[in-house]
Protein backbone atom coordinates (compact mmCIF):
# COMPACT_ATOMS: atom_id res chain seq x y z
CA UNK A 1 0.00 0.00 0.00
CA UNK A 2 1.28 3.35 -0.64
CA UNK A 3 -0.97 4.88 2.18
CA UNK A 4 -2.12 8.70 1.41
CA UNK A 5 -0.29 10.35 -1.59
CA UNK A 6 -0.41 13.95 -2.75
CA UNK A 7 1.24 15.86 -5.53
CA UNK A 8 2.66 18.30 -5.84
CA UNK A 9 5.12 18.46 -2.94
CA UNK A 10 5.84 22.25 -3.82
CA UNK A 11 4.28 24.54 -6.23
CA UNK A 12 4.71 28.58 -7.00
CA UNK A 13 1.54 29.97 -8.40
CA UNK A 14 0.91 33.80 -9.17
CA UNK A 15 -2.10 35.51 -7.59
CA UNK A 16 -5.18 34.67 -9.70
CA UNK A 17 -3.88 31.35 -11.21
CA UNK A 18 -5.54 28.35 -10.68
CA UNK A 19 -4.53 24.97 -9.66
CA UNK A 20 -5.57 21.23 -8.38
CA UNK A 21 -3.58 19.61 -5.30
CA UNK A 22 -4.18 16.45 -5.94
CA UNK A 23 -4.85 13.22 -2.86
CA UNK A 24 -5.22 9.74 -3.42
CA UNK A 25 -5.21 6.87 -1.03
CA UNK A 26 -5.06 2.99 -1.96
CA UNK A 27 -6.46 1.67 2.01
CA UNK A 28 -10.42 2.06 1.04
CA UNK A 29 -10.96 4.62 3.66
CA UNK A 30 -14.30 6.14 3.57
CA UNK A 31 -13.31 9.36 5.56
CA UNK A 32 -10.93 12.04 3.75
CA UNK A 33 -10.14 15.75 4.72
CA UNK A 34 -7.69 18.45 3.89
CA UNK A 35 -6.26 20.78 6.49
CA UNK A 36 -3.79 23.61 6.19
CA UNK A 37 -0.76 24.27 7.67
CA UNK A 38 0.30 27.75 8.87
CA UNK A 39 3.30 28.85 11.44
CA UNK A 40 1.69 29.19 14.87
CA UNK A 41 -1.81 28.09 13.81
CA UNK A 42 -1.81 24.45 14.28
CA UNK A 43 -3.61 22.09 11.56
CA UNK A 44 -6.89 24.50 9.97
CA UNK A 45 -9.67 22.00 8.08
CA UNK A 46 -10.65 23.06 4.88
CA UNK A 47 -13.04 20.42 3.44
CA UNK A 48 -13.78 16.82 4.21
CA UNK A 49 -15.82 14.04 3.09
CA UNK A 50 -17.56 10.76 5.03
CA UNK A 51 -17.56 9.33 1.07
CA UNK A 52 -18.00 9.35 -2.90
CA UNK A 53 -20.50 12.14 -3.89
CA UNK A 54 -20.53 13.64 0.07
CA UNK A 55 -18.42 17.38 0.80
CA UNK A 56 -18.76 19.03 3.58
CA UNK A 57 -17.09 22.30 4.93
CA UNK A 58 -14.06 22.86 7.86
CA UNK A 59 -13.22 25.55 9.47
CA UNK A 60 -11.78 27.89 6.75
CA UNK A 61 -13.33 26.85 3.13
CA UNK A 62 -13.38 29.72 1.71
CA UNK A 63 -11.50 29.80 -1.80
CA UNK A 64 -11.41 26.26 -1.68
CA UNK A 65 -13.49 23.64 -3.58
CA UNK A 66 -13.13 20.14 -3.54
CA UNK A 67 -15.20 17.07 -4.80
CA UNK A 68 -15.39 12.93 -4.53
CA UNK A 69 -16.12 11.16 -7.20
CA UNK A 70 -14.54 8.30 -6.09
CA UNK A 71 -13.45 6.58 -3.02
CA UNK A 72 -9.66 6.98 -3.48
CA UNK A 73 -9.48 10.51 -4.71
CA UNK A 74 -10.52 14.13 -3.23
CA UNK A 75 -8.51 16.83 -4.96
CA UNK A 76 -8.73 20.13 -3.62
CA UNK A 77 -9.18 23.28 -6.08
CA UNK A 78 -8.27 26.57 -5.62
CA UNK A 79 -9.94 28.63 -8.48
CA UNK A 80 -8.07 32.04 -7.62
CA UNK A 81 -5.04 31.55 -5.79
CA UNK A 82 -4.40 34.78 -3.30
CA UNK A 83 -1.11 35.13 -1.13
CA UNK A 84 -3.11 34.64 1.88
CA UNK A 85 -3.59 31.00 0.40
CA UNK A 86 0.55 30.61 0.94
CA UNK A 87 0.50 27.50 3.38
CA UNK A 88 1.14 23.56 3.86
CA UNK A 89 -1.22 21.31 2.81
CA UNK A 90 -2.39 18.04 3.79
CA UNK A 91 -4.46 15.41 3.04
CA UNK A 92 -5.53 12.85 4.93
CA UNK A 93 -7.62 9.70 5.10
CA UNK A 94 -9.08 7.29 7.87
CA UNK A 95 -11.59 4.32 7.85
CA UNK A 96 -15.50 4.50 8.95
CA UNK A 97 -17.30 4.50 11.47
CA UNK A 98 -16.07 6.59 13.94
CA UNK A 99 -14.78 3.57 15.99
CA UNK A 100 -12.12 3.07 13.24
CA UNK A 101 -11.73 6.72 12.95
CA UNK A 102 -9.70 7.36 15.49
CA UNK A 103 -6.75 6.90 13.46
CA UNK A 104 -5.71 9.09 10.75
CA UNK A 105 -3.81 8.52 8.19
CA UNK A 106 -1.89 12.17 6.55
CA UNK A 107 -0.18 12.40 3.30
CA UNK A 108 3.31 14.01 2.92
CA UNK A 109 2.24 17.37 2.95
CA UNK A 110 2.13 19.88 -0.43
CA UNK A 111 3.85 23.26 0.19
CA UNK A 112 2.20 25.80 -1.60
CA UNK A 113 3.71 29.61 -2.36
CA UNK A 114 1.30 32.14 -3.83
CA UNK A 115 2.98 35.24 -5.07
CA UNK B 1 -17.27 25.05 18.61
CA UNK B 2 -15.10 22.16 19.48
CA UNK B 3 -11.10 23.66 21.02
CA UNK B 4 -7.97 22.59 21.67
CA UNK B 5 -5.31 24.97 24.10
CA UNK B 6 -1.91 24.34 24.03
CA UNK B 7 -0.57 26.95 25.93
CA UNK B 8 3.33 26.21 25.76
CA UNK B 9 4.39 27.71 21.88
CA UNK B 10 7.74 26.09 22.89
CA UNK B 11 9.69 23.87 25.17
CA UNK B 12 13.09 22.72 26.14
CA UNK B 13 14.49 19.66 27.92
CA UNK B 14 17.86 18.57 28.55
CA UNK B 15 18.65 15.39 26.82
CA UNK B 16 17.65 12.08 29.30
CA UNK B 17 15.37 14.25 31.19
CA UNK B 18 11.76 14.29 31.50
CA UNK B 19 9.49 16.75 29.85
CA UNK B 20 5.66 17.33 29.92
CA UNK B 21 3.57 19.56 27.23
CA UNK B 22 0.18 20.56 28.30
CA UNK B 23 -3.20 20.27 26.27
CA UNK B 24 -6.63 21.65 27.18
CA UNK B 25 -9.58 20.79 25.07
CA UNK B 26 -12.98 22.13 25.34
CA UNK B 27 -16.24 19.52 24.30
CA UNK B 28 -19.71 18.85 24.61
CA UNK B 29 -19.31 15.19 23.31
CA UNK B 30 -19.03 12.20 26.30
CA UNK B 31 -17.46 9.70 24.35
CA UNK B 32 -14.23 10.82 21.81
CA UNK B 33 -10.44 10.21 21.47
CA UNK B 34 -7.75 12.69 22.04
CA UNK B 35 -4.29 12.45 20.14
CA UNK B 36 -0.74 13.78 20.05
CA UNK B 37 1.18 14.03 17.04
CA UNK B 38 4.88 14.52 16.74
CA UNK B 39 5.77 16.89 13.18
CA UNK B 40 9.41 16.54 12.61
CA UNK B 41 11.44 19.03 10.33
CA UNK B 42 9.99 16.79 7.34
CA UNK B 43 6.34 17.90 8.34
CA UNK B 44 4.99 14.18 8.00
CA UNK B 45 2.58 14.07 10.75
CA UNK B 46 3.29 11.07 13.05
CA UNK B 47 1.34 9.55 15.60
CA UNK B 48 2.24 8.94 18.82
CA UNK B 49 -0.29 8.31 21.32
CA UNK B 50 -4.09 7.92 21.41
CA UNK B 51 -6.45 7.77 24.48
CA UNK B 52 -9.95 6.76 24.61
CA UNK B 53 -12.27 8.97 26.54
CA UNK B 54 -14.02 5.90 28.10
CA UNK B 55 -10.86 4.09 29.28
CA UNK B 56 -10.06 6.00 32.61
CA UNK B 57 -6.12 4.32 32.12
CA UNK B 58 -3.63 6.78 30.66
CA UNK B 59 -2.23 5.34 27.63
CA UNK B 60 1.32 4.80 27.37
CA UNK B 61 3.84 3.90 24.55
CA UNK B 62 7.21 3.30 25.48
CA UNK B 63 8.77 6.57 26.58
CA UNK B 64 5.56 7.95 25.81
CA UNK B 65 2.33 8.80 28.54
CA UNK B 66 -0.13 11.21 28.91
CA UNK B 67 -1.90 12.24 32.05
CA UNK B 68 -5.98 12.12 31.32
CA UNK B 69 -8.21 13.97 33.11
CA UNK B 70 -11.45 14.13 31.73
CA UNK B 71 -13.19 16.20 34.19
CA UNK B 72 -10.74 18.50 33.72
CA UNK B 73 -10.73 18.17 30.15
CA UNK B 74 -6.92 18.11 30.40
CA UNK B 75 -4.34 15.61 27.81
CA UNK B 76 -0.58 15.91 28.98
CA UNK B 77 2.05 14.57 27.15
CA UNK B 78 4.53 13.00 29.27
CA UNK B 79 8.07 12.22 27.59
CA UNK B 80 10.60 10.62 29.80
CA UNK B 81 14.22 9.95 29.18
CA UNK B 82 13.97 12.64 26.14
CA UNK B 83 16.33 12.00 23.05
CA UNK B 84 17.31 14.92 20.29
CA UNK B 85 15.27 12.88 17.97
CA UNK B 86 11.92 13.52 19.94
CA UNK B 87 12.93 17.26 18.64
CA UNK B 88 9.64 18.33 16.68
CA UNK B 89 6.40 20.32 16.32
CA UNK B 90 3.96 18.55 18.92
CA UNK B 91 0.28 18.48 18.03
CA UNK B 92 -2.79 17.56 20.57
CA UNK B 93 -5.76 16.89 18.68
CA UNK B 94 -9.34 16.05 19.87
CA UNK B 95 -12.20 13.74 17.67
CA UNK B 96 -15.07 14.58 18.63
CA UNK B 97 -17.53 11.62 17.66
CA UNK B 98 -18.41 11.74 13.65
CA UNK B 99 -16.85 15.34 13.09
CA UNK B 100 -13.52 15.73 11.60
CA UNK B 101 -10.08 16.22 14.28
CA UNK B 102 -9.97 19.52 15.77
CA UNK B 103 -5.97 20.50 16.74
CA UNK B 104 -4.14 22.77 18.62
CA UNK B 105 -1.82 25.43 17.45
CA UNK B 106 1.49 23.48 18.74
CA UNK B 107 4.39 22.65 21.25
CA UNK B 108 8.21 23.39 19.45
CA UNK B 109 10.10 20.87 21.56
CA UNK B 110 13.96 21.48 21.57
CA UNK B 111 16.15 19.10 23.09
CA UNK B 112 19.77 20.07 24.28
CA UNK B 113 22.40 17.98 24.08
New interface residues.
Given amino acids: NAGVTQTPKFQVLKTGQSMTLQCAQDMNHEYMSWYRQDPGMGLRLIHYSVGAGITDQGEVPNGYNVSRSTTEDFPLRLLSAAPSQTSVYFCASSPLPSGDQETQYFGPGTRLLVL | AQT ?1 T ?1 SQ ?1 EMSVQEAETVTLSCTYDTSESDY ?1 L ?1 WYKQPPS ?3 I ?1 VI ?1 Q ?1 AYKQQNATENRFSVNFQKAAKSFSLKISDSQLGDAAMY ?1 CAH ?1 P ?2 T ?7 TRLSVIA
Fill in positions: VQPYFRQMLREFLGNPLVFGKG
